[in-house]
Structures are given as structure tokens and as C-alpha cells.
């Protein structure tokens, strides 16, 4: 055996497979596409959830409740994970809480809930305070700051599509 023949038969480049261009080129008369039927004729489009005539997968499972697209997504962050997570005079912003993962995925706006005990003056910033947290930071000494929502009912829609598409 010679050096030369190793690679003999390899192509790098392997040209591409002629369809229908006669009995010769191995792919002649039916092209490739067998005898008959939907397949072979063109202009055929496949139906996506078509599951050969059973009941497709898509109406068997079973839907429950509804998905209120409209609806606002609130991340309940509790006043105990502020305490632990932030230190004595710090600002929380809903940045910072995302920085350091407490508030994780997407959501519209941030509600502080009063679970747990505050020793900390903070400068809490967020959408919504239930009363008990409120009353928990001034007691503390610290601050509240309310922001309006960022987002329209539109902009929640749009970004709801966006997400769908990439799932």
C-alpha cells in the first residue's frame, strides 16, 4: 500500500445529488420519492401536528385554567431576604436584587412582603409594599421609595410572544 492511496475515494467537497435526471444517475423516474400516494406529488405540505390519523398529541393533553396575558407578573421579594443579602445603609434597587439573585426570572414588578425581621436602615425601591413591610423598614429606620410599572399592558403582550418564541 503507497501513502498516496489513503485518501484516495475521500472528497472533501462531495458534489450534490442530482434528482430525476434520468434512469442512469440512480435517482431517475420517481426521483427519489417512491410510488404514489400525498408524498410524491407536488406541492405536498405536511401537517405539523398530523400524527398518521390518530388523535394528534396536541388534543389529547388536557388543558386547565387560563393565561391571563394582560395580567401583571409580581416578584414577591420577602423583608428576611433583605436583611440577609443587603448590609447596614444600603440602597435596594430592583437591579441589585436581580444582581444578586433574589428576584430571578421575568416579571413586571417587584412587591416587598413582610416576612421576616429587618435589623438593617435600607432604602428600599420597588413597585409595591404590603403594609407589614412598610411598617418593618421605618421601624428599622429606613426608607421606602415606590416606582411606577415600566411596562404597558402592549409591552407585557410583546414580551410574553417573545418568550413563547424562544421556548
Not at 400516494?37 to 407536488?42: A, C, D, N, V
Not at 440602597?91 to 421575568?106: F, M, P
Amino acid at each position: 500500500m503507497n501513502l498516496e492511496d489513503v485518501h484516495r475515494g475521500i472528497l472533501k467537497h462531495k458534489p450534490r445529488k442530482r434528482i430525476g435526471r434520468g434512469p442512469g444517475s440512480g435517482t431517475g423516474k420517481t426521483a427519489a420519492r417512491g410510488h404514489k400516494g400525498h408524498k410524491s406529488r407536488s406541492g405536498y405540505s405536511r401537517n405539523p401536528i398530523f400524527q398518521g390519523g390518530a388523535m394528534p398529541m396536541i388534543r389529547r393533553i388536557p388543558k386547565r385554567g387560563f393565561n391571563n396575558k394582560w395580567g401583571v407578573e409580581v416578584f414577591a421579594v420577602n423583608v428576611g431576604d433583605l436583611d440577609k443579602s443587603f448590609d447596614e445603609g444600603a440602597e435596594v434597587t430592583i437591579e441589585l436584587l436581580a444582581e444578586k439573585h433574589i428576584a430571578k426570572g421575568t416579571f413586571d414588578e417587584v412587591k416587598i412582603l413582610g416576612e421576616g425581621e429587618l435589623t438593617k436602615k435600607l432604602t428600599v425601591t420597588a413597585h409595591r409594599f404590603s403594609k407589614q413591610a412598610e411598617e418593618k423598614i421605618k421601624a428599622a429606620g429606613g426608607t421606602v421609595n415606590r416606582i411606577a410599572p415600566k411596562r404597558t399592558p402592549k409591552e407585557r403582550v410583546a414580551a410574553l410572544a417573545e418568550e413563547q418564541k424562544q421556548a
